[in-house]
């Protein structure tokens, strides 16, 4: 299943993310970073579904919640970063 992970810049911003999403209908799950993406600091991300991915956007920039950078999940456990 290909997913896409919004990286948040903190649990609590990962928190309302996440919140937001599941309000409108939208599965979305709070999970750690993968080192690769978080880098040296610790992250949290949210991660939808590629079929929700641009319905998430569009929610997100409605109430503000603009995400600091969005990645997908490729079939062989790499990422890469998606341009927004």
Known sequence: MVYYLIVCRSLTYAQRTASVLERVGIGAHIL?????IAGEGCGYSVKVAERNLAGALLVL???GLSPKR??????DGSYKEVEL
């Open 32 to 36: 750690r970073s993968p080192k690769i």
């Open 70 to 75: 969005v990645f997908i999940a490729e079939s």
């Open 61 to 63: 920039a409605r109430v």
